[in-house]
């Protein structure tokens, strides 16, 4: 299986601060990685997809990157709406495989 | 806009078999490329992969619980469901259907989720 590993696993921030987590392969994935956003007893969110590509809808202050096998999400100024956790997810192959997650408070 | 809606049993007895059904709306389940998955997230914890099932019927299932998953799909019910069966409290999770495009993969439409306790 490819693992998926995520840093920090926590982290706070405050209004306006520029955020970003990273996400690292065991194996090449091409840019089969995609980034969720989930809030408490929600379902998670599709983000960003094929590592950069914003989803339909998704603020533009989300942003995507990608470095050999390690993955970026870039929040530009965060937002109090941006209190969640954060997960990315590998696509290149079954069985799909998830970060463990990076909850990001708001200071 | 696609919706997906969980339904089935809050609680499970242990060794006994969990079964859960996606309603699909807003689209047919068959028509597309489309994957349909379940994925489960235990409290507090991330998110597991369960498996899925294409719109021709093929499945692919996680290893790690490839011996007692069976995902199927009912076309006529726009539905698709998830049985696994030997449950032991390690199988208390949310539990997801997602539908995943077969072009990049991306999980674009989730249910809201159905919490399933195993416990006697």
């Known amino acids: 299986d490819i693992q998926m590993t995520q840093s920090p696993s926590s982290l706070s921030a405050s209004v306006g601060d520029r955020v970003t987590i990273t996400c690292r392969a065991t194996q090449s994935i091409s840019t089969y990685l995609n980034w969720y956003q989930q809030k408490p007893g929600k379902a998670p969110k599709l983000l960003v997809y094929a590592a950069s590509t914003l989803q339909s809808g998704v603020p533009s202050r989300f942003s995507g990157s990608r470095s050999g096998t390690d993955f970026t999400l870039t929040i530009s100024s965060l937002q109090p709406e941006d209190s969640a956790t954060y997960y990315c997810q590998q696509s290149y192959g079954t069985p799909y495989t998830f970060g463990q997650g990076t909850k990001l408070e708001i200071k | 806009q696609v919706q997906l809606q969980e339904s089935g049993p809050g609680l499970v007895k242990p060794s006994q078999t969990l079964s859960l059904t996606c309603t699909v709306s807003g689209g047919s389940i068959s028509s597309g490329s489309y994957y349909w998955s379940w994925i489960r997230q235990p409290a507090g914890q991330g998110l597991e992969w369960i498996g899925r099932?294409?719109?021709?019927?093929?499945?692919n299932y996680n290893p790690s619980l490839k011996s007692r998953v069976t995902i199927s799909v009912d076309t006529s019910k726009n539905q698709f469901s998830l049985k696994l069966i030997s449950v032991s409290a390690a199988d208390t999770a949310v539990y997801y259907c997602a539908r995943e495009d077969d072009w990049r993969s991306r999980f674009e439409y989730w249910g809201q989720g159905t919490l399933v306790t195993v416990s006697s």
């Open positions: 099932i294409y719109t021709s019927g093929s499945t």
